[in-house]
């Protein structure tokens, strides 16, 4: 099971960061990513990081922006964000998959999260 945490309401500009717990996971050999579902809209990946945390890859909206970090120890991910716009808004899902591979779509992860919802305003 994967939890979320540490969404919330920031205005444009501000910085927020997104916690994701592994209950029940073995973090190390898991894959993890965030993806984002803005209102009306389908899943969109935002950055994922490798099994080790060594190397990281993220959306072209957010590179620059965001930052993806792993503590194995603690069973915890964390996305923090900088510099946020409106079109951060979203709702931030926390993936997971057992894959040596760097996915960037929705089907080739397998647990996910529930959610944490992310409101930026103007």
């Known amino acids: 099971q994967l939890v979320e945490s540490g969404g919330g309401l920031v205005q444009a500009g501000g910085s927020l960061r997104l916690s994701c717990v592994a209950e029940?996971?073995?973090?190390?050999?898991?894959?993890m990513a965030w993806f984002r579902r803005p209102p009306g809209k389908g899943r969109e990946f935002v950055a994922v990081?490798?099994?080790?945390?060594?190397?990281?890859e993220y959306g072209e909206s957010v590179k620059g922006r965001f930052t993806i970090s792993r503590d194995n120890a603690r069973s915890t991910v964390w996305l923090h964000m900088d510099s946020l716009t409106p079109a951060d808004t979203a709702v931030y899902y926390c993936?997971?998959?057992?894959?040596?591979?760097?996915?960037?779509?929705?089907?080739?992860?397998?647990?996910w999260g529930q959610g944490t919802q992310v409101t930026v305003s103007s």
């Open positions: 993936a997971a998959d057992p894959t040596i591979a760097l996915p960037r779509t929705v089907s080739e992860y397998r647990y």
């Open positions: 990081v490798s099994r080790g945390g060594g190397v990281t």
């Open positions: 029940g996971l073995a973090l190390t050999a898991q894959t």
